[in-house]
């Protein structure tokens, strides 16, 4: 890519030069409010391209210091999203340990819980036993 741009300035410096060289006549130029005379008119076709890339070359200069500006602040911005999600990764792993931990106490609990439910429906069981058995009159002794 830098090659071609290369040929074609390279190929407009000279079709500029072929040009100056064939118009070479004496000219008065006149700017606001300066004013030349009898200036070759080679001499201002030169100054005029050289002053035409020379404007190009500051704009190109300008882009490219607003590019390399604009690259390094991205470079910024993706190093604090690469921490970011780093950081998203390992609260990420921390919350599953922490997820994984409670579901194992959560059934921990409830089989506790079973057996404790167990422990009550036996005891209320033997609860129910004893009441029948304090219904019943008491035995009588006939010795």
Same mark, same amino acid.
């Given at each position: 890519?830098?090659?071609?741009?290369?040929?074609?300035?390279?190929? /407009?410096?000279?079709? #500029? !030069?072929?040009?100056?060289? @064939?118009?070479?006549?004496?000219?008065?130029?006149? /700017? /606001?409010?300066? @004013?030349?005379?009898?200036?070759?008119?080679?001499? #201002?076709?030169?100054?005029?391209?050289?002053?035409?890339?020379?404007?190009?070359?500051?704009?190109?200069? #300008?882009?490219?210091?607003?590019?390399?500006?604009?690259?390094?602040?991205?470079? #910024?911005?993706?190093?604090?999203?690469?921490?970011?999600?780093?950081? *998203?990764? &390992?609260?990420?792993?921390?919350?599953?340990?922490?997820?994984?931990?409670?579901?194992?106490? !959560?059934? !921990?609990?409830?089989? &506790?819980?079973? *057996?404790?439910?167990?422990?009550? &429906?036996?005891?209320?069981?033997?609860?129910? !036993?004893?009441?029948?058995? &304090?219904?019943?009159?008491?035995?009588?002794?006939?010795?």
């Amino acid at each position: 890519m830098l090659l071609a741009i290369a040929i074609v300035a390279l190929t /407009f410096a000279v079709l #500029v !030069a072929m040009f100056a060289i @064939q118009n070479s006549a004496l000219v008065s130029i006149s /700017f /606001f409010s300066w @004013q030349i005379r009898d200036v070759s008119l080679a001499v #201002v076709i030169l100054g005029s391209a050289a002053l035409g890339a020379l404007a190009i070359g500051l704009f190109t200069v #300008v882009r490219e210091i607003g590019l390399k500006l604009s690259l390094r602040s991205c470079n #910024v911005k993706l190093e604090d999203t690469v921490k970011q999600l780093e950081e *998203t990764k &390992e609260n990420s792993l921390f919350l599953e340990r922490e997820v994984k931990r409670l579901r194992e106490e !959560a059934i !921990a609990k409830s089989k &506790e819980l079973e *057996t404790e439910r167990r422990l009550i &429906e036996a005891l209320e069981v033997e609860l129910e !036993a004893t009441r029948a058995m &304090e219904i019943l009159p008491e035995p009588e002794n006939d010795i």
